[in-house]
């Protein structure tokens, strides 16, 4: 069973790099998405962002036995944080153009990210999921894979 995403609905389309925020300026049968805004980050891999080695750490004061700690992944946090931020600017557009319904297009990761970032109300909104990554395709290819 599809939700209908009606005419002035969102759609935002990113994943933890890119984020595309569409504008249903169709209606329900018919759609006709407008970018509103796009944004992408430079976030290159780990070993370029960081270069010390993980710490060790001691199991107790007086054992002799030492551990590796894990190495951070500076990449994967700067994601979630991109992330932070999207949510914080859809929210704003979903108020902003007051809009009757959002539909969301991203990975797991990254919709498991917004879930947890969206408010309350801007989350009722969500009229429809799509567990996709559809950033690198153009806009007229994404209208498929929504309105099918």
């Known amino acids: 069973m599809t939700k209908s995403v009606p005419h002035n609905a969102i759609v935002f389309v990113g994943d933890g790099r890119k984020a595309l925020f569409l504008h249903n300026e169709g209606d ?32 107790a004061a007086h054992a002799a036995r030492r ?43 990254t919709l498991a990210d917004l879930r947890d970032a969206l408010h309350p109300d801007v989350k009722a909104k969500v009229a429809l999921e799509i567990n996709k990554d559809l950033t690198k395709i153009p806009v007229w290819d994404i209208e498929k894979h929504i309105f099918v």
Not at 28 to 47: G, Q, R, S, Y
Not at 75 to 80: G, L, Q
């Open 67 to 109: 551990s590796a700690m894990e190495a951070t992944d500076w990449h994967e946090i700067e994601e979630h944080r991109f992330v932070q931020k999207m949510s914080e600017a859809l929210e704003r557009l979903v108020r902003e153009s007051n809009a009757p319904a959002l539909v969301i297009v991203a990975p797991s990761r």
């Open 28 to 59: 329900e049968k018919f759609a006709n998405l407008k970018a509103v805004n796009v944004a992408t980050i430079e976030n290159p891999p780990t070993h370029e962002q960081g270069t010390d080695r993980p710490g060790r750490g001691f199991m």
